[in-house]
């Protein structure tokens, strides 16, 4: 079992910043790819980002050049650094932890964090 904790969800307005991070509790940390995922009111939930190994990275189109995932093995935290947020950021912003499979799919992810709110104002 891995539980995980988000942290660092808030309101901003649009053009500024917020990292997020996720806790993690319970077994291996590093043996897991951790992904961010985003759901906003009436829509699927959606991919942001992951990160797998030693240097894995993909970001979604949408996120790209603005979003920046990184891990820390040591503290057992993944975290999402977000730039230049946009109105259409606004979401509740998950973590996640795959133990295998296609790191883009929400149905490749076992264990989930219970959400931080992003709300960026225009």
């Known amino acids: 079992q891995v539980q995980l904790v988000e942290s660092g969800g808030g309101l901003v307005q649009a053009g500024g910043s917020l990292r997020l991070s996720c806790a993690a509790s319970?077994?291996?940390?590093?043996?897991?790819?951790m992904g961010w995922f985003r759901q906003a009111p009436g829509k699927e939930r959606e991919f942001v980002a992951c990160t797998w190994g030693t240097d894995g990275i993909y970001y979604a189109g949408s996120v790209k050049g603005r979003f920046t995932i990184s891990r820390d093995n040591a503290k057992n935290t993944v975290y999402l650094q977000m730039n230049s947020l946009k109105p259409e950021d606004t979401a509740v912003y998950y973590c996640a932890a795959s133990a295998g499979g296609n790191y883009y799919y929400a149905s490749s992810y076992h264990y989930w964090g219970q959400g931080t709110q992003v709300t960026v104002s225009s």
């Open positions: 319970g077994r291996t940390f590093s043996d897991y790819a």
